[in-house]
């Protein structure tokens, strides 16, 4: 039990202004992920036309 308390103690609760600046960060790294894997996506659809044309 000793110990619990020990490495409760060693834990740090962020502050808002750490919480806020965090999660804009994480906000902005998952909207150029998003962008980019479209771009990639509209890359591949593009190439895939190109290679089987459709005769129909």
Same mark, same amino acid.
């Given at each position: 039990?000793?110990?619990? +308390?020990?490495?409760?103690? +060693? ?5 808002? +202004? ?10 902005? %790294?998952?909207? *150029?992920?998003?962008?980019? *894997?479209?771009?990639?996506? %509209?890359?591949? $659809?593009? $190439?895939? +036309?190109?290679?089987?044309? =459709? =005769?129909?």
């Amino acid at each position: 039990m000793r110990q619990v +308390k020990q490495e409760v103690s +060693k834990v740090v609760t962020p502050s808002w +202004k750490e919480t806020w600046v965090t999660s804009l960060m994480v906000f902005i %790294m998952v909207l *150029f992920a998003s962008l980019f *894997f479209l771009l990639v996506d %509209m890359g591949f $659809a593009q $190439a895939v +036309k190109l290679i089987l044309p =459709n =005769n129909g």
